[in-house]
């Protein structure tokens, strides 16, 4: 049975990730730190789907879930527990979901940044060198491009003009990671990915944030006067893309392309104010709206060229955003219902 260390899995995209692994049949381990970020009852709760009671967690000590997963609480700062783990799993495969997100949030404590996601993934690839693993993919993101005039972007693109700490230390983990690649052999793929939405998703995000104020009638915070572009990435197809793109290098014996980056999203942007009106249809209310100036770190717009990707595997993102924020609106009213 092939095992795959995912991190992050009390996150979003990571919980959803080690739902699809463990139904497909692997084994998996999952890691998280469960820091305060955000609320962590939701983050329990993420965790109780994949079958781990929050009352048995203790820190690097690991804890039996559904058939073929098991849970660790860790931060990836803690190199020691971190090789332990490594040595103890010889795990096949790494999915490295981990990070500190969040632009805003960087400009305020950048020091979390460097913390997680410098040293923290600089931690996961020493264990890697030292416990070889068939493939690490890792979580990049759209902000590495900035306030790219050239759309849609291009994996080939100039990406040195980051204009958040967030940004920057994504980038950062790309060329930490193609180092390593090149220097060690480690076989790793850098997925650059295009705001994800949907169930069980962060409380930080704009399309979050939107639900939960108008729900509550509350005024809802719009930058640059709505008119900020987003390419909006449903988390099932993203997950689906993850796993595809695992088996691919898992089953690849030539060792070919031992270092990519590749985009995915949805390559279809969206103007902010769209999707707000989209929000206001599916919740049979309307938004009380405060316009606000362009907020520092926020870029313009984001638009995937996922050619390469389809290139590599066969990838249909295309998610309708009604059907998508429906489906979120339906999870978060049945979550959070009083």
Not at 21 to 38: C, K
Not at 71 to 95: C, K, P, S, T, Y
Not at 193 to 216: C, H, N, Q, S
Request: charged fraction near 20%; proline fraction near 4%; include cysteine.
């Amino acid at each position: 049975m092939t095992k795959v260390l995912v991190t992050g899995a009390a996150g979003f995209i990571g919980m959803h990730t080690a739902q699809l692994l463990t139904a497909e049949g692997y084994e998996v381990i999952g890691l998280d730190n469960i820091n305060t970020y955000y609320e962590i009852d939701l983050k329990y709760a993420r965790l109780k789907n994949l079958g781990i009671s929050k009352e048995h967690i203790l820190y690097n000590k690991e804890v039996q879930g559904v058939s073929g997963f098991k849970f660790i609480e860790m931060n990836l700062e803690d190199a020691g527990n971190l090789i332990a783990l490594f040595a103890r799993h010889q795990f096949d495969a790494i999915v490295h979901l981990a990070a500190q997100a969040g632009v805003r949030y960087s400009i305020t404590n950048p020091k979390d940044y460097i913390n997680s996601n410098i040293n923290g993934f600089f931690n996961v690839l020493e264990a890697c060198r030292t416990f070889p693993v068939k493939h690490l993919m890792f979580a990049s993101s759209s902000s590495v491009y900035g306030n790219s005039a050239e759309a849609p972007f291009k994996e080939n693109q100039m990406t040195d003009s980051p204009i958040s700490l967030y940004a920057a230390t994504k980038k950062a983990n790309e060329l930490f990671a193609y180092t390593y690649s090149h220097l060690y052999s480690i076989a790793c793929t850098g997925l650059r990915f295009f705001t994800v939405y949907g169930p069980w998703g962060r409380p930080d995000m704009a399309y979050f944030m939107f639900t939960k104020a108008i729900l509550e009638n509350k005024p809802i915070k719009v930058y640059a006067n709505g008119l900020l572009k987003r390419d909006f990435t449903y988390v099932e197809s993203l997950v689906k893309g993850l796993q595809k793109l695992l088996e691919k290098k898992l089953n690849d014996p030539s060792g070919t392309m031992p270092f990519q980056i590749l985009n995915i999203g949805n390559s279809e942007p969206v103007v902010v104010m769209d999707m707000i009106h989209k929000l206001e249809g599916i919740l049979e209310k309307k938004a009380i709206i405060e316009y606000l100036p362009p907020q520092p770190g926020d870029v313009d717009s984001t638009f995937a060229d996922i050619t390469q990707l389809q290139r590599t595997i066969d990838f249909d993102p295309h998610f309708a955003l009604d059907e998508g924020l429906r489906s979120f609106a339906n999870w978060y009213k049945s979550f959070y219902a009083k």
